[in-house]
């Protein structure tokens, strides 16, 4: 058993030995976490990732001066994919414990299956496994969940979920699940949560290059962000009633995979041309769309890794926000920024309904012409299978959700990021 280090907070500035504004020093007790006068969260966060990269794996967050955020700062930057970090912390009030213990068994299950590979998590086992996490959290009996699986898809009308996924071995899924904490079965749905589950993306016939490829593991990390969230607003103590649907499938490349020109049809009528089969992830959402507006909620969230865009307007440290609802807006704002998390607004307009033209359908699933704005256009599309677009929904293009190489906050990998809003957005 590996002896821990202790680890203190301090608002003195470190002696000049240990270099010029240094944010850590050393001493016979243990490590010091030079914050300042500013309570930097920031310094807590980056020296975590510091210990993590010279191999301390094993410490105690001792002494005074640690609280709910300072403790939350230090698990984010200590955090790491193979699981070999561990620490303890000082006693906190009983609220502030159960608040920190709650963001970190939801972040955890969120990044912990956007790490694990596509061999271990296929379509079905990710539908059956954020089921699973959620009847963890909530109280009996307020879970009723349904998986909707491979041919039932196109007996039940989820023509996008079945289209994308048929090239694939592994079968394609929608998680319907209900949450209701009312006892009533008659209760009126406050939200629903539709979640991009594309486990593995190759892009298709419109294949990936290796680079663009090595990650797409991830490619369902809008999917686990939104239950995630919906997790951690059920330990907070939500007491509406929520749907969750996830839309699930993998984009393979067979003799059965979707094809350029091929037509889809969805339920409510709406056909659409394939231009681009890398652009799925807003074909199966569609579905996921039309299932939340027969729900007749009051507001529609959907999250999804759904744009290159997004990630090049925003690189790894903000979620894009798209919608015609400004106040609704307005709040998603502010719960990001309350929570601590990156999210920006990208534009959408009613012009960008009509940048995706096809000769033979209602629409393209991709925008044609140069310096398309592509998240903008994605959004668009989908507000064409959201009953009232212009009220009451949010589409999340999740630019952050995993990251490629370490940074000096975070390690390589999922992010948790967006997890904290979505809650505080269901339970404000």
């Not at 230090?74 to 970090?85: A, I, L, V, Y």
């Not at 998986?147 to 592994?170: M, P």
């Not at 996921?288 to 090049?312: F, N, R, V």
């Not at 190489?405 to 505080?424: I, Q």
Request: glycine share 10%.
């Amino acid at each position: 058993m590996s002896t821990k280090m202790s680890v203190f907070l301090t608002k003195v500035e470190a002696a000049p030995v240990w270099g010029e504004k240094a944010i850590v020093s050393f001493s016979e007790q243990g490590a010091h976490i030079h914050q300042g006068e500013g309570h930097d969260l920031g310094a807590i966060q980056r020296t975590a990732r510091r210990f993590v990269t010279q191999g301390i794996k094993n410490v105690l967050l001792a002494g005074e001066g640690w609280d709910l955020e300072s403790v939350w700062a230090f698990h984010q930057g200590f955090r790491e994919p193979k699981n070999s970090t561990e620490f303890s912390w000082s006693p906190l009030s009983d609220a502030d414990q159960a608040e920190l213990e709650a963001r970190i068994k939801a972040t955890d299950f969120t990044c912990e299956i956007i790490n694990k590979s596509a061999e271990e998590v296929a379509p079905r086992q990710l539908a059956t496994m954020a089921a699973e996490f959620i009847r963890s959290v909530a109280p009996e009996g307020t879970i009723k969940a349904r998986i909707v699986k491979d041919k039932d898809l196109i007996t039940e009308g989820w023509a996008g979920i079945y289209a994308v996924g048929r090239g694939s071995e592994r079968t394609s899924a929608m998680l319907q699940l209900d949450f209701n904490p009312t006892g009533d079965e008659n209760a009126p749905v406050y939200a629903c949560l539709v979640g991009k589950g594309i486990t593995f993306d190759s892009g298709g016939y419109s294949i990936k290059p290796s680079d663009f490829m090595t990650a797409m593991k991830a490619d369902m990390g809008g999917a686990a962000t939104i239950t995630g969230g919906l997790g951690l607003a059920i330990m907070r103590g939500l007491n509406k009633r929520v749907k969750l649907i996830l839309c699930c499938a993998e984009n393979m490349i067979s003799g059965r995979a979707l094809k350029l020109g091929d037509i889809i049809t969805y339920k409510n009528g709406k056909t659409v041309e394939i231009m681009n089969t890398d652009a799925e992830g807003r074909l199966v959402l569609a579905d996921g769309l039309l299932y939340a507006s027969e729900q007749k909620p009051e507001l529609i969230i959907d999250c999804a890794t759904l744009t290159g865009a997004a990630k090049y307007a925003l690189g790894n440290d903000y979620h894009a926000l798209l919608s015609f609802d400004d106040e609704l807006s307005h709040q998603a704002l502010t719960s990001a920024r309350e929570e601590k998390e990156g999210l920006w607004p990208l534009p959408l307009a009613d012009f960008h309904r009509g940048m995706l033209p096809s000769n033979f359908a209602d629409l393209s699933n991709i925008s044609s012409g140069d310096f398309s704005p592509g998240a903008s256009t994605a959004a668009a599309f989908l507000s064409f299978f959201v009953d009232d677009y212009k009220k009451g929904w949010l589409h999340l293009d999740c630019a952050g959700t995993y990251r490629k190489a370490p940074s000096e906050k975070l390690s390589a990998g999922a992010t948790g990021m967006g997890v904290r809003t979505l809650a505080r957005i269901l339970t404000q």
